[in-house]
């Protein structure tokens, strides 16, 4: 036999190529290697994240294979929407898009290489679709037809090269549809499996009903979702899923309840925060819209992501219901809706089963690492973790008083379960906050070496099973003790057990510009800040930070005149503010400010404050602070 000593198999051969590539390279040949190569890796990753494996990625060609069409098809939908929102960014003769072909076929495997007529009809398939477009065979339409949300054209019989036998062809219409446009005849149901009308109305209308009921209830009476403009964005979509959490609507009709379904969905999003094939906003920033009558559009815009998730939370003695939905804004579709009814003993199995239903909705592909994370929870103990969320509730309020309120939550929360290591960690996060600033400390009755104190001890236990959190603390700790390799190795361990988390990034920002790394500073501010973008207080304060030391003292100016008017309780963007002014020349803006933190941190000595709290790594970072605030008017 001609294939005797190699493998046959049947799988799901997926090509691509670029449309028009020569023209590409004959334009500008650097600009179109840099492009096919984002987006080459565009396609790996996405390739990746629905359980495909790239074969073979020659020139402007890419082949793959899939276990399953349906991951093909999915992985080929996704592929042409997130290479149509990166070119949307660019100009139109600079875009470059993909055709996709797709086949169900019988193909010879020799190492990791698979040859044959299945890959050949692919990759005239691929022929065969638009630019921007995707092309199935028959073979691939059969298994999918009724198993994914998008309409199909069919495109005839087609001759093709070095094939025998003409090919089935259908276009793929990537929005979720139902019907099959020009099927011909003999492709149509035969009469066991079509649906007589009256029985298909019924149940169209039975569908709707259902569809009605779990419809998320507090939308019911709104008209349909707006679908957000790739090209409003305020930012770029980023090439990984993007989703924004909202937070979850307190149903229970007492206030009381407030930090239950706020902890839920803080919670929800640190979990999808920690897996890596998404892109996740941070909660300061969808916290925002909280109690605010807002479209999934204006987020989606805002936020610069394609998917929204909402819900509500109903506690009730011992039962909470939850009714969550997550919507591709892009599109107005739902791709998943649900409503949870559990005993709250089961609330930790219950945030599981969310999390995991979105990760299946987008079809996130999750490392093994990831898949053995997700189930684990911080504390087994049900009272100790309703302890937590009420005193994590506080400590989002960020002021003495809520933190005097959050102390002793967190030690009860230690109490009911000594090995929640979450709940030292935000205890040795207090102490680190109140002790990086004076006037907070003295309104808590508490010495500088108290706080010192105790932030050590909880930080300290805090590690023994260390969270993203301890990390974090423990890195602005080295950076606030001039260890800066300690402090950067900390917040590289924070960053890599939750690569979504914005304040790890911050941790290592903070850490990078005081150690003289000033140009990587800014890349880890601006992930911060693109991860939260709304939290400009201390985001853009840190970012401001590293462009002062880079002599931007236009752009430093600017970030903390806004962080300050973000938050006029916060004094740190005063420290740079007026030396920044000084080195432009705009002496009474200077002077104006100097004045402002002369108000707001009444010390005894700038410059001895300013040697204690500000440790350098390089002597020249320190003087050019001084310098400045000298000019604006530091004794």
């Not at 800014?522 to 992930?527: E, L, P």
Request: a negative charge; hydrophobic letters at 40%.
């Amino acid at each position: 036999m001609a294939d005797e000593g190699f493998k046959r198999k049947l799988t799901a051969i997926f090509s691509a190529d670029v449309e028009g590539y020569s023209r590409l390279m004959g334009d500008d040949e650097e600009a179109t290697v840099r492009t096919i190569t984002a987006y080459r890796e565009v396609l790996t990753t996405l390739i990746q994240q629905h359980n495909g494996t790239v074969i073979d990625s020659p020139g402007d060609n890419l082949l793959a294979e899939f276990v399953s069409v349906v991951d093909a098809v999915q992985c080929a939908v996704a592929v042409q929407k997130e290479i149509k929102a990166r070119n949307d960014q660019l100009p139109g003769n600079k875009r470059m898009q993909f055709r996709i072909g797709i086949n169900l076929g019988d193909v010879i495997q020799e190492d990791e290489r698979i040859y044959g007529d299945g890959v050949n009809i692919a990759a005239r398939l691929e022929g065969l679709a638009e630019p921007g477009g995707i092309c199935i065979s028959k073979t691939a339409f059969d298994q999918i037809e009724s198993k994914l949300p998008y309409g199909y054209e069919f495109l005839g019989d087609k001759t093709v090269k070095n094939i025998a036998k003409p090919v089935g062809a259908y276009r793929v219409l990537m929005e979720p549809r139902v019907t099959v446009a020009g099927e011909p005849e003999k492709e149509k149901r035969s009469p066991v499996r079509r649906m007589p009308i009256l029985v298909g109305a019924i149940a169209v209308f039975v569908l709707t009903v259902v569809v009605g009921i779990g419809y998320f209830f507090m939308r019911s009476t709104q008209p349909p979702i707006e679908t957000a403009s790739v090209e409003k964005m305020a930012f770029p979509l980023p090439y990984k899923p993007s989703i924004a959490v909202l937070p979850f609507v307190n149903m229970s009709g007492d206030s009381e309840q407030e930090y239950f379904s706020d902890g839920m969905t803080e919670d929800l999003i640190t979990d999808l925060s920690k897996i890596s094939g998404l892109f996740v906003i941070g909660r300061n920033s969808t916290f925002t819209y909280k109690g605010k009558p807002v479209k999934i559009r204006q987020v989606a815009e805002d936020l610069g992501v394609r998917y929204v998730l909402e819900g509500s939370v109903r506690k009730a003695e011992n039962i909470v219901r939850i009714n969550v939905q997550l919507i591709d804004a892009t599109t107005g579709g739902h791709l998943w809706a649900e409503r949870y009814d559990e005993q709250m003993d089961h609330i930790f199995s219950l945030q599981d089963k969310i999390t995991q239903k979105i990760v299946e909705a987008l079809a996130v592909k999750l490392t093994i690492d990831e898949k053995e994370a997700i189930p684990k929870k911080e504390t087994d103990n049900l009272e100790a973790y309703l302890t937590f969320l009420k005193g994590w509730q506080h400590y989002r309020r960020f002021n003495p008083d809520a933190f005097s309120e959050a102390i002793p939550l967190f030690e009860k929360a230690i109490e009911l379960d000594p090995n929640y290591w979450r709940a030292y960690a935000a205890l040795a996060k207090i102490y680190l906050e109140v002790y990086q600033r004076s006037e907070w400390f003295r309104s808590m009755g508490l010495t500088r070496i108290e706080v010192f104190g105790r932030m050590a001890i909880y930080q300290n236990t805090a590690m023994k099973n260390p969270t993203p959190l301890a990390h974090e603390v423990s890195a602005e700790m080295h950076t606030e003790r001039a260890d800066f390799e300690a402090a950067i190795a900390e917040a590289e361990r924070a960053v890599s057990l939750d690569s979504n988390d914005p304040d790890s990034h911050f941790a290592m920002g903070y850490a990078l510009v005081f150690a003289g790394r000033h140009r990587e500073a800014v890349n880890s501010f601006k992930r911060a800040m693109r991860l939260d973008p709304f939290y400009q207080d201390t985001f853009g304060y840190g970012l401001g930070m590293a462009y002062f030391f880079m002599s931007q003292f236009e752009k430093a100016a600017n970030l903390c005149k806004r962080a300050f008017k973000s938050n006029p309780e916060n004094a740190n963007p005063l420290w740079f503010l007026p030396a920044a002014y000084a080195h432009l020349g705009r002496q009474r803006e200077a002077e104006a400010a100097f004045s402002k933190l002369r108000e707001m941190e009444p010390v005894y000595s700038y410059l001895m404050y300013l040697e204690y709290a500000f440790k350098f790594k390089d002597p020249a970072d320190f003087k050019l602070l001084a310098d400045g605030l000298h000019k604006a008017g530091m004794d």
